[in-house]
């Protein structure tokens, strides 16, 4: 046992990428560039006391939200990247290595959906769902704030483990799924499919937890009235998301410990040898998988539904028929796994049924997407950016949900199975449905959160660029599916594929050109914060509570928690001429302390992971010791709570309510002119 | 709007949709790799079900299609259309909007159950005459195919006779991989100490492009093969060309064979020359070597497997 084994483990000088690939250290240099950019900035202008103790340690809804939300954007920004670069490579790789060798491309399309799937749209959701939900019932916080951050810490941790594999070692090359055996240590004896089973650990652990969280806030933190039947969609669809995280996050933690235990201490769950079975991965894993993508896409569909109502100026068509089928599809998609591997051998009649119930899902799907249709229907739909998304998921989303018909029928996918027909339906659902939904909610809650709305003619342009370049970059892979290409492939032969790979690759770089667009609309957005600035709380002319409040929202969110008798109870308040009234009592409000648990267990779990990763034993002990302190020693905390004093919620609300009577209301056509200062022009009942 | 479907608009909106499809992908050849352009019974009947599938489907995409950016025009803020902003719920559009997509999905369902089971990959073809057996071993990153019956193997080309059921018995030596010719019929994985079977026919001579769907490492864009389909007597022909090359499939070829390469790069290491036909062919194969290759992993399949 070599002493530096003792103290680095499995490290090593080829662990740097300079050793083996130009490109591989330019993408290294980046993340260090951007990590020392980060911390230098944050250094040279002081701000390092203000975000430890206003952002990191804050157990605030609001601001772990935006916190996830941040992640998920820096993350995206980089699976992006990936895709265009994998897409570059295929235009170039007929009958040619192209510029990224066969190691390097398998990398990119394993961490491309790793990131994609569990380090941005897991954070913007939830992220999103954070921000919002609270608010919508009539909340202060939810129900564990603690818990929370530790969430947010521990996807923290997961995400820095991803950006620390670009610079030690190799990824896993087995996709995001990592299938054995190809990701037992027979076949990669890395650490690359290390990275990946603790990367997904901790992503695991975090969002089991905050499907906890968010399930339990939701049944017992609404508002006096607010019954289930009374609840906005959107916090319909967050609890249905969290039922799933709770029920689907387990399998997933246990199938990779699983693989870890094989790679780790020489066990056989899913070797070749010594009566290990890989299809029992792949079941467990599915068995997480399938009720995923519908954690993923949920949040989504609830967005829609407040996005299409609000910019409809009408009630949401079939509310209850919407909760209904959201419910189905909820439960529906624990009966559904097996499609994805309806190629493994089993009988046909086993591959059938799985197949209708696949289908099945498809019922209330497309009822969601028609009630959505007829909400427009005799309302007075107004385009801003979030509505924009809306009606390109719709149209988009439908095409996507009809290729999952065809996949769903055992007989075809026989033929399209693993092919980039498979890979462009999944793009379809996710890209025009989660990626639209969450760019839409960021849009639409962006005032609540910082109290100024984003720059609207980025914003579209964003909206276009998404679309126009998701059609050009993911339809040309329909063809290609169905002339028989597989997926992850750095090459290929056959001169038909070309002509649609560069297509594709064009439409890759027009979704870069929106990811510009994101960017410049929120630089622009801050510098003119001012002109845009709603301070009332009501740009959109908001239906549900998170409206009745100012913006950006008051820590404790409401001064009174409200009382409702009715779905939509802003837009009921607003129409009965009963909003903006100051209270005839205000009240101590008591909040939660914040707590360094949450950061301390972040980092903890992420050296953790990295000493796992790397066999850096002592690294491991010592920060699980921390880890298991840091926990203890939050259970000798008994000053949890501070209060804001009845005196300044009144002194706050009195202002702002002086703000509101001295706002001119503005009509819906001057919704996104410099005069909307929040406050709606209500139309009298 | 009835739930009764009609015969005519379906066959006119599957043809439709055949017409576009067709000449979508007509100005590129598919070059013998797609079941668009299908050459067995089984790739027919998955293009028919796929053009099927897209007309039912059809009934309720393309009035969401038309309907949401329709709408969204029609009733956009500023023009004077009717307005009614707290209609919310109709029991005759719910039952619609429910109705109709449970009933395209019981017809497909109908679909599912029948005539895609009969053709699953284990059953038998509906074809006359003797089933062929082939037994396939995949390795990283080529697919070694045994013919028991001729006593013949051969890495990188598998030939079949037109018109016969050919029955391939499925297992892996390395990592799991997928075994798909398009131009035939269905995939089937390939596992390690387990036996998987695929029936396939071919209906017209060609060669077809056959590949591993399933990424099993740096050699994946290379695992590839050609199926050839021959008349019976060019299958004949073909069988005693094996027969006659100087390889056998013994330890010594099948240790080149297990080592992570290519075809290419295996047949080279063999000692044969670089052409354009990088297959190998061995004259003879070890009696229960399918099985022995099972057995390596899993003693209770290799005493079910076959061969």
Known sequence: ?685 | MSLRLHVAPRTILTGALGICLTLALAGCSTHGSSFLAPHGMVASAQRRWLLETLGFMSIVVLPALVLAPYFAWRYRYGRKAAYSPNWGFSWPLEFVIWGVPFAIVGILSWYVFTPEVKFDPYHRLPVEGPVLHIDVVALNWKWLFIYPEQGIASVGAVALPVGRDVEFDLTSDRTMQSFLIPALGSQIYAMAGMVTKLNLEASTVGDFVGENTQFNGMGFQSDRFSALAMTPAEFAGWVAKVRSSSLKLDQTSYDVLYQDSTAAEAAETLGLKRGLDSAIYFSSVPQGFFRSVVGKYRQSAAREAPR
């Not at chain 1, 923290?156 to 995001?176: I, V």
């Not at chain 1, 992971?609 to 939050?634: K, Q, S």
Request: proline share 6%; with cysteine; net charge neutral.
């Open chain 1, 1 to 685: 046992m070599s002493w530096w084994f003792l103290i680095f483990g499995k490290l090593s000088y080829g662990a740097f990428p300079f050793t083996y690939s130009i490109i591989a250290t330019m993408a290294a240099g980046m993340v260090v560039l951007g990590f020392i950019a980060t911390v230098g900035l944050i250094t040279v202008m002081g701000k390092w006391t203000y975000l430890w103790t206003e952002w990191f340690t804050s157990v605030d809804h609001k601001k772990i939200g935006i916190m996830y939300v941040i992640i998920a954007m820096v993350m995206l920004l980089r699976a992006v990247i990936e895709a265009n670069m994998m897409r570059l490579q295929q235009s170039m790789s007929y009958d040619s290595p192209g510029y990224l060798p066969p190691d390097h491309f398998s990398q990119l399309f394993t961490t491309h959906g790793t990131i994609m799937v569990f380090f941005m749209g897991m954070p913007f959701l939830i992220g999103i769902i954070n921000f919002a939900m609270p608010l919508q019932i009539g909340a202060r916080d939810v129900s564990f704030p603690v818990m929370n951050s530790v969430s947010l810490g521990m996807t923290f941790g997961g995400a820095a483990l991803m950006m620390a594999s670009l610079c030690l070692g190799k990824f896993s090359t087995g996709g995001w799924s990592g299938y054995p055996p190809y990701t037992e240590a027979t076949f990669q004896p890395g650490v690359g499919p290390d990275y990946w089973i603790w990367a997904l650990t901790l992503s695991g652990i975090s969002t089991t937890m905050t499907g906890i969280n968010f399930a339990v806030t939701i049944y017992k933190k609404r508002c006096p009235g607010m019954t289930l039947f009374r609840m906005p969609l959107f916090t319909w669809t967050a609890l249905c998301t969290s039922i799933l995280m709770i029920f689907a996050m387990p399998p997933l933690t246990v199938v990779t410990t699983m693989l870890a235990l094989d790679r780790y201490l020489g066990m056989h769950f899913f070797t070749n040898a010594a009566g290990g079975d890989m299809m029992n991965f792949v079941n467990l894993f599915w068995l997480f998988g399938h009720p995923e993508v519908y954690i993923l896409i949920l949040p989504a569909f609830g967005v829609y539904s407040e996005v299409v109502a609000n910019f409809s100026g009408k009630k949401l068509y079939g509310y209850k028929s919407l909760v209904l089928a959201t419910m189905c599809i909820a439960v529906l998609s624990f009966t559904v796994w097996l499609h994805h591997f309806f190629t493994m051998g089993q009988s046909g009649m086993v591959n059938a049924f799985y197949g209708v119930s696949t289908m099945l899902i498809g019922i209330p799907t497309g009822v969601k997407i028609f009630d959505w249709i007829l909400t427009m229907f005799q309302g007075r739909v107004r385009l801003q950016t979030p509505m924009l998304y809306a009606i390109a998921f719709i149209v988009l989303f439908t095409i996507g949900g009809t290729s999952g018909i065809i996949l769903a029928n055992p007989g075809i996918d026989y033929q399209v199975h693993n092919s980039l027909f498979l890979v462009a339906h999944f793009h379809n659902v996710l890209i025009p449905g989660t990626l639209f939904g969450m760019l839409a909610a960021y849009h639409y809650w962006f005032p609540k959160a910082f109290g100024f709305r984003l720059d609207e003619r980025w914003g579209r342009l964003a909206v276009a660029c998404w679309t126009v370049g998701f059609m050009m970059a993911f339809f040309p892979l329909y063809a290609l599916g169905l002339l028989g290409m597989p997926r992850r492939e750095v090459e290929y032969f056959n001169p038909a594929y070309q002509p649609w790979t560069i297509i594709a690759e064009l439409g890759a770089l027009v979704i870069m050109a929106g990811i510009g667009c994101l960017f410049i609309q929120i630089v622009v957005s801050i510098r003119r914060r001012a002109q845009n600035s709603v301070p009332v709380g009501d740009p959109w002319n908001g239906r549900t509570l998170e409206w009745s409040v100012r913006a950006p929202a008051p820590e404790y969110n409401f001064a009174v928690i409200p009382t409702v008798d009715s779905v939509d109870a802003w837009h009921a308040r607003k129409e009965r001429g009963e909003a903006y009234r100051v209270e005839p009592q205000y009240f101590d409000i008591l909040l939660p302390k914040n707590s360094a648990l949450g950061p301390v267990i972040g980092v903890g779990g992420a050296a953790a992971a990295f000493g796992l990763v790397w066999h850096i034993w002592w690294l491991v002990i010592v920060a699980m010791l921390v880890i298991i302190g840091a926990v203890i020693a939050r259970g000798f905390v008994t000053d949890s709570e501070r209060v804001i004093p009845a005196e300044e919620v009144r002194r706050q609300e009195v202002a702002w309510l002086g703000t509101v009577r001295r706002t001119p209301p503005v009509p819906r056509d001057k919704e996104t002119a410099e005069s909307n200062e929040g406050l709606a022009e209500v139309q009298a009942a």
